[in-house]
Antibody, heavy 113, light 112 residues
Framework: QVQLVESGGGVVQPGRSLRLSCAGS????????MHWVRQAPGKGLEWVAV????????YYADSVKGRFTISRDNSKNTVYLQMNSLRGDDTAVYYC??????WGQGILVTVSS | DVVMTQSPLSLPVTLGQPASISCRSS???????????LNWFQQRPGQSPRRLIY???NRDSGVPDRFSGSGSGTDFTLKINRVEAEDAGVYYC?????????FGQGTKLEIK
């Protein structure tokens, strides 16, 4: 059974950092590119970042480029999203997904003073 | 960035009636490999998104055959043959051809 479990969310002050993790199981993690997608409260879906199955390529949305870094550890079946210089408009539920085939339950990040 | 424009943004539908959602992209979504990476997602209230259709017209496993996708180039459509109560929610198109990937604004389907 496929499972994706996001963790690391919470409340953080503007300008601070947070690292999200997403642990996958029930599928061959190392075969999949991994995406992060976010959804601000009451808003639509926004694609955030992707990392190739082997970590060789990464792409980012313009809104997070230079502030967020995606990485993965295939030995731990985990993808990460390091979020620096957080702003209020980064407040959202963050989802991880392997090639959009499956989705995690999401993790809430709130940026507020 | 490629802009994805959905219409309508709100879609009231009577149970058992058909529904159709349009999605237009600001650039062609045909990739250099010949594929068109256009997905459709459903998000029911309080749930994570779920992909229904990939590469324009391919239904994901477990998706009822009343859902169908069509289109080419920059113009795409999601159709539901006979709407059921469980179809209520928000539908998004998303292009995976160009970086960054981009979503449409979403279409809220409500059952009348």
């Amino acid at each position: 059974q496929v499972q994706l479990v996001e963790s690391g969310g919470g409340v953080v002050q503007p300008g601070r950092s947070l690292r999200l993790s997403c642990a996958g199981s029930g599928f061959t993690f190392s075969n999949y590119g991994m995406h992060w997608v976010r959804q601000a409260p009451g808003k639509g879906l926004e694609w955030v970042a992707v990392i190739w199955h082997d970590g060789s390529n990464k792409y980012y949305a313009d809104s997070v480029k230079g502030r967020f870094t995606i990485s993965r550890d295939n030995s731990k079946n985990t993808v990460y999203l390091q979020m620096n210089s957080l702003r209020g408009d980064d407040t959202a539920v963050y989802y991880c997904s392997p090639n959009f085939d499956f989705w995690g339950q999401g993790i809430l990040v709130t940026v507020s003073s | 960035d490629v802009v994805m424009t959905q219409s309508p943004l709100s879609l009231p539908v009577t149970l058992g009636q058909p529904a159709s959602i349009s999605c237009r992209s600001s650039q062609s979504l045909v990739y250099s490999d010949g594929n068109t990476y256009l997905n459709w997602f459903q998000q029911r209230p309080g749930q994570s998104p779920r992909r229904l259709i990939y590469k324009v017209s391919n239904r994901d496993s477990g998706v009822p055959d009343r859902f169908s996708g069509s289109g080419s180039g920059t113009d795409f459509t999601l159709k539901i043959n006979r709407v059921e109560a469980e179809d209520a929610g928000v539908y998004y198109c998303m292009q995976g051809t160009h970086w960054p990937n981009t979503f449409g604004q979403g279409t809220k389907l409500e059952i009348k």
